[in-house]
């Protein structure tokens, strides 16, 4: 998913749009006075940040902060606080937004609210996670100059015309760039108070959402928020929310069915038992979201293309998929998934199963003789039934005998092993899409300022310029044209093992109704109690 710190990163979560579960807490059962005022409980990782530009606690984005628009499931437009956003030649973009919004602490939300969040997010020297968000906007660059500090702290791309006016130059013009403004955490205003100290305001942020900071949360256990009387968006169907802090979402799920928690992610390796276990009270997701292995492109023994393709054909997708997913993720026959738009199937030919191939290429290239092949993954989340049979399969399909499987205690370790380059051996990689757009996850993954820095660590500069002319193009058909042969390339040189299109897996206790799993992925402002 990173190797610098310039988007967000999600190769090994998702955190992206996932529950990273880093800090121990006991739910204990739900308060009745929870449930009397309509407060429901989310089950969570550790917040790396609360400040949007930052991290990666997408949950409590978007239960404190508004978008400009929200993209829905279906991939409907809708406005939030943006009351329109055009361009006549999709490079200046003009966005205007909505009158009477006001921030939590009752500061009015106005265009220069946007535009210096946006330059406090892109300012190099911040090192925020989203960054990259804005690596096309012009004075990106001047921002994150290759040498040296910037001269500068404002992007020339972005102003605020008057209060209500948002105007954004892009460097190469780009048809998608309404769908990065409404799903990305990149794009959410700050509050003036934010710049007094950003350190502080992390801790318990004002945002402009539905929902605010109530008291003075404790991030190692849990934080509580409450509805915002001056929020001028949908009205959430809650009071509040209290967000619980596991090491282990196992420990969710057995809460959870106890009616001690009411929101979690299910733990990979309890998909085969949710529906017995919940009935009706689960969803599985269909993603634009790609599991993969990812592979260390600089250790010497996985850079012949023939030995990372070697261990894609040795993988038995559908059986694992059947064993340990009970069917509910896809096996991948492409980097992108069925649920990027225009997305074709089948594009990868080293996707199938062919041991016998697969032993032939491996031979071609010289055989395995680099020691002990270690599987690297974050631990606590349930991974470790997949990567344990990823591994058997490798040992016998491939005839490498010591496969080793490396779990670090959560994702915090296991990003920083990857961004201290620590990690030697294939490691559990994943990236859910802000929005469902082939474009979004060929230029997160392979160009240098996509995935932050737990990206893929291979980039394309040919496949990165067919994505442009794809953006660039007000066609569908000619995008998806553009996409495709720009995937192609990169499936040609194989920097990562294509493994499941992901879904998103939620279940839910019997005290709320209304819960919807999309790309957000909970639908926070829907979810109801039960009185």
């Not at 949950?59 to 404190?64: D, R, S």
């Not at 660059?141 to 972005?158: F, H, I, Q, R």
């Not at 261990?311 to 038995?316: G, K, P, R, T, Y």
């Not at 016998?356 to 606590?380: D, N, T, V, Y």
Request: hydrophobic share 40%.
């Amino acid at each position: 998913m990173e190797m610098k710190g310039k988007r967000r990163a999600v190769v090994a979560l998702v955190a992206g749009l996932g529950l990273a579960a880093v800090t121990a807490c006991s739910s204990g059962t739900v308060k009745s006075e929870e449930a009397k005022s309509a407060v429901f409980s989310i089950a969570d990782g550790l917040p790396d940040h609360l400040t949007p530009g930052r991290g990666y606690s997408y949950n409590q984005y978007n239960a404190l902060f508004a978008p400009l628009m929200r993209l829905s499931a279906d991939g409907t437009l809708t406005m939030v606080q943006a009351e329109s956003m055009e361009s006549s030649d999709n490079r200046h973009w003009v966005i205007k937004i909505k009158s009477g919004w006001t921030f939590h602490n009752g500061e009015p939300v106005t265009a220069q609210s946007y535009v210096d969040a946006w330059n406090a997010t892109a300012y190099g020297p911040n090192a925020w996670a989203n960054s990259g968000s804005f690596a096309n906007v012009k004075g990106y660059a001047d921002l994150n100059p290759a040498e040296g500090k910037p001269k500068t702290k404002t992007m020339s791309g972005v102003k605020a015309a008057d209060d209500h006016t948002i105007e954004v130059d892009l460097v190469t013009p780009d048809s998608q760039f309404p769908l990065a403004v409404a799903t990305g955490p990149a794009f959410m205003p700050l509050p003036k108070v934010a710049f007094d100290d950003f350190d502080a305001y992390d801790k318990a942020p004002v945002g402009n959402g539905p929902f605010k900071v109530t008291g003075t949360p404790n991030l190692t256990v849990s934080m509580e928020v409450k509805r915002y009387d001056g929020y001028k968006g949908p009205q959430p169907g809650s009071d509040g929310i209290v967000f619980r802090f596991y090491s282990d979402l196992h420990t969710a799920y057995t809460d959870a069915r106890g009616n001690g928690v009411d929101i979690f992610r299910v733990p990979v390796d309890k998909w085969p038992h949710v529906k017995q276990d919940f009935g009706d009270r689960f969803s599985a997701f269909k993603a634009p979201a790609l599991q993969f292995l990812g592979i260390p492109l600089t250790d010497k023994r996985f850079r012949d293309p023939r030995v990372r393709k070697a261990i894609s054909l040795a993988i038995d997708r559908e059986a694992v998929n059947k064993s340990i997913f009970g069917g509910l993720n896809d096996p991948a026959t492409s980097i992108t998934s069925p649920a990027h738009k225009g997305s074709p199937a089948n594009l990868c030919d080293y996707c199938s199963f062919d041991p016998a191939r697969a032993k032939q290429l491996l031979a071609e290239a010289g055989g395995w003789s680099g020691g002990p092949m270690q599987i690297w993954l974050p631990g606590g989340l349930g991974y470790e039934p997949l990567f344990t049979a990823i591994a058997n399969q490798l040992r016998q399909n491939l005839g490498i005998q010591d496969v080793q499987i490396k779990t670090l205690p959560g994702f915090t370790p296991f990003f920083e092993a990857l961004s201290k380059k620590k990690v030697d051996g294939p490691y559990r990689g994943m990236w859910g899409s802000f929005y469902p757009s082939m474009a979004e996850l060929l230029t997160a993954l392979f160009t240098a300022d996509g995935g932050g820095q737990f990206s893929t660590g291979y980039v394309n500069e040919r496949m990165a310029k067919l994505v442009e002319q794809g953006n660039a193009s007000g066609d569908a058909a000619e995008q998806t044209a553009k996409y495709v042969e720009a995937e192609k390339l990169v499936l040609n040189e194989a920097p990562v093992v294509p493994l499941f299109y992901d879904s998103y897996v939620y279940a839910w206790s019997e005290n709320v109704t209304d819960v919807e799993i999309d790309l957000t992925p909970i639908n926070i402002t829907k979810v109801k109690v039960k009185r």
